[in-house]
Antibody
Framework: VQLVESGGDLVQPGGSLRLSCAAS????????MNWVRQAPGKGLEWVSA?????????YYADSVKGRFTISRDNSKNTLYLQMNSLRAEDTAVYCC?????????????WGQGTLVTVSS | SYVLTQPPSVSVAPGKTARITCGGN??????VHWYQQKPGQAPVVVIY???DRPSGIPERFSGSNSGNTATLTISRVEAGDEADYYC???????????FGGGTKLTVL
């Protein structure tokens, strides 16, 4: 199993960014997926989740709801996070994480993350 | 929203037992997972569904969950166990994943 994030960058407050997570080594469409972030020197913060299969169910932390959108393209084995109206407090390393089965199950594989810096 | 509370730090001598707690309202009714994160590395699950261990995780790692407290116990602590540890649940009332604030385990 491999999860490789990309798309992190330096962006100004109010700007937008799209993160990607390329998955391999497992049947991507069968598993719920998540984004988790970690600000420098801080703990883990869950950002968003999407159900397996068609990804018909999505979930967001209160801190990002209405600004971030999670999606998946099962044909490309790729998870996305569209981030709009970015704030300084969104600065963090963003990791994608695979659940072992459903949304309530543990995260059994994590990517190494991509750094998002929001600053003027 | 559901809150998980962990002590910021726990210190233990090598060979002793470390206990890291995770407090939450009626957490005993929830499925709790524990992660170990070493500097510069991605988290690794060490206990899932309160007490199950993934393959490759030593038997020294165990978990329990009752009432308002879940506990990760590390027996015969080794220097290599020094890391940050996080508890995690799925809160069905809000449909949110919740992480505890993390506990830094220091091996003296």
């Amino acid at each position: 199993v491999q999860l490789v994030e990309s798309g992190g960058d330096l962006v100004q407050p109010g700007g937008s960014l799209r993160l990607s997570c390329a998955a391999s080594g497992f049947t991507f469409s069968s598993y719920a997926m998540n984004w988790v972030r970690q600000a420098p020197g801080k703990g883990l913060e869950w950002v968003s989740a999407i159900s397996g299969s068609s990804g018909g169910s999505t979930y967001y932390a209160d801190s990002v709801k209405g600004r971030f959108t999670i999606s998946r393209d099962n044909s490309k084995n790729t998870l996305y996070l569209q981030m709009n109206s970015l704030r300084a407090e969104d600065t963090a390393v963003y990791c994608c994480a695979k659940t072992s089965t459903t949304l309530t199950s543990p995260f059994d594989y994590w990517g190494q993350g991509t750094l998002v810096t929001v600053s003027s | 929203s559901y809150v998980l509370t962990q002590p910021p730090s726990v210190s233990v001598a090598p060979g002793k037992t470390a206990r890291i707690t995770c407090g939450g309202n009626n957490i005993g009714s929830k499925s709790v997972h524990w992660y170990q994160q070493k500097p510069g590395q991605a988290p690794v699950v060490v206990i899932y569904y309160e007490k199950d261990r993934p393959s490759g995780i030593p038997e020294r790692f165990s978990g329990s969950n009752s009432g308002n407290t879940a506990t990760l116990t590390i027996s015969r602590v080794e220097a290599g166990d020094e890391a940050d540890y996080y508890c995690q649940v799925w809160d069905s009332s809000s449909d949110h994943v919740v992480f505890g604030g993390g506990t830094k385990l220091t091996v003296l």
